[in-house]
């Protein structure tokens, strides 16, 4: 069965940093990619930043470029997403999910629920 957890979330300072994990189970990391996804409040699920684990190749999307870097471990079954510095604007559930396509700049995610994580809540304020 698969199985993904997500944490790492907390409450933040503006500028200051976090690190998300996304620990998998019940699969193989191999011949997947895998992303990061955040939902604001009132506001649509947005793609952040996903990484093919064949071949180690990420893409991060534009509003968080420069901020944000994607990494694995292999032998741990574990994908981070280094946060560095956060803005308030970043504050939101932060979810990891397998099956993910990079489609015309865009994150897409998997349409089944089963491939998804339960949520890691991250909030950036002062």
């Known amino acids: 069965q698969v199985q993904l957890v997500e944490s790492g979330g907390g409450l933040v300072q503006p500028g200051g940093s976090l690190r998300l994990s996304c620990a998998a189970s019940?699969?193989?990391?191999?011949?997947?990619?895998i992303g990061w996804f955040r939902q604001a409040p009132g506001k649509e699920r947005e793609g952040v930043s996903c990484?093919?684990?064949?071949?180690?190749?990420?893409y991060v999307a534009d509003s968080v470029k420069g901020r944000f870097t994607i990494s694995r471990d292999d032998y741990k079954k574990t994908v981070y997403l280094q946060m560095n510095s956060l803005k308030p604007e970043d504050t939101a559930i932060y979810y990891c999910?397998?099956?993910?396509?990079?489609?015309?700049?865009?994150?897409?995610?998997?349409?089944?629920?089963?491939?998804w994580g339960q949520g890691t809540q991250v909030t950036v304020s002062s």
């Open positions: 999910a397998i099956h993910v396509t990079l489609v015309g700049g865009r994150i897409w995610g998997p349409r089944d629920d089963d491939y």
């Open positions: 990484i093919s684990i064949p071949d180690g190749t990420t």
């Open positions: 019940g699969f193989t990391l191999d011949g997947y990619a």
